[in-house]
């Protein structure tokens, strides 16, 4: 009997160890990835400054991170590449979306866990997810279509003639549009998480249900509601595809002028993605090197603010 509990010991225990190792071989390949990714994109990023590039000469990096022009001759025979203005302009209007995205995204959330019956929730939560799968290029359609000739018309009654709509507000409005799903989905599970003793206990003082809401539910939940807008403020970021339908192209110069063209990072990797080999498309992956740079510094800086305002804090 006790050999017999024993082999089965082993055995379980022989399993378990097999199982380990090949989560762990699992976890180590996917983790792997993130090298791989950098180390391509670095290698040929890298590739503008040490180079004579065809003739053009290297690219001076220093002008190139801190210029306000991204000049590009009449047949691209140019080495004058800066994206100075364009890493501004990216954070300019990420987070302008960001201030548009959060409190529709944070309301709606609470709106759906704590306030529409659950009924109605479901129904809201399934369109949330809906427009969570949206593939970015309808995002981008949508904004042509519809946001451009709007914005034209609206920049209009500013007196300001905008390029066909093209702004930084039409870019702002559709990365708002594209990220209040992710804010929603994340911040609705941190409220939903709330412990419910903090709700009753908040209208067992006396505070009413809206009360309770704005001042209990969702300063306990404000650590989840934040990580929303980190993961907001990253889908943002990494957005090419729909921006560029009606960003402008901004070549030179920086504007904050809501009605003016812009550039970022990311739609001025995929607009110069024609070529194949050369100048021009080997500095579209330095721009890819600023632009992991930009979105590590900018994680970094959000999380530090998450854990400085992070955990329950009720008054």
């Known amino acids: ?55 053009l000469g290297a690219v001076p990096f220093i002008p190139f991170l801190t210029g306000n022009t991204w000049l590009i001759g009449p047949t691209f025979q140019s080495n004058l590449y800066s994206v100075g203005f364009i890493i501004i302009q990216t954070i300019y209007v990420v987070f302008l979306s960001l201030f548009i995205s959060f409190p529709i995204g944070v309301l709606t959330a609470l709106f ?3 306030i529409a019956p659950k009924r109605i929730a479901e129904i809201f939560r399934t369109i949330i997810e809906m427009l969570a799968s949206i593939p970015s290029i ?17 920049s209009a009654l500013f ?17 708002a549009l594209m990220t209040i799903p992710t804010i929603t ?28 809401y704005f001042k209990v539910v969702l300063a306990a939940a404000k650590s989840g509601i934040f990580t929303g807008a980190i993961l907001g403020v990253g889908r943002a970021l990494g957005e090419a595809t729909a921006v560029s339908l009606v960003a402008g192209g901004r070549r030179s110069g920086l504007s904050f002028n809501i009605f003016d063209t812009t550039s970022t990072l990311t739609t001025t990797m995929l607009e110069g993605m024609k070529e194949s ?4 498309y080997n500095i579209r992956f330095s721009v ?16 530090t603010i998450k854990k400085k305002v992070g955990g329950i804090d009720v008054k």
């Open 1 to 55: 009997m006790q050999n017999a509990i024993k082999k089965k010991f082993q055995k379980n225990a022989l399993v378990d160890m097999t199982v380990h190792q090949i989560l762990k071989g699992l976890a180590i390949i996917s983790a792997s990835f993130i090298f791989v990714i950098a180390g391509v994109i670095f290698a040929k990023g890298i590739t503008p400054f040490i180079t004579d590039n065809g003739g």
């Open 112 to 114: 759906i866990a704590k």
């Open 138 to 154: 309808i995002y981008g359609l949508f904004g042509a279509i519809v946001i451009l000739p709007f914005i034209y018309d609206f």
């Open 159 to 175: 007196g300001f003639q905008s390029k066909g709509g093209n702004s930084v507000l039409s870019a702002v409005i559709i990365l």
């Open 185 to 212: 989905t994340v911040a609705e599970v941190a409220i939903r998480s709330v412990d419910s003793t903090l709700i009753h206990g908040s209208l067992a003082l006396g505070a009413s249900p809206t009360q309770t």
């Open 277 to 280: 080999a050369g100048l021009d």
């Open 288 to 303: 890819g090197i600023i632009l992991m740079a930009v979105i590590l510094i900018t994680n970094f800086i959000l999380n």
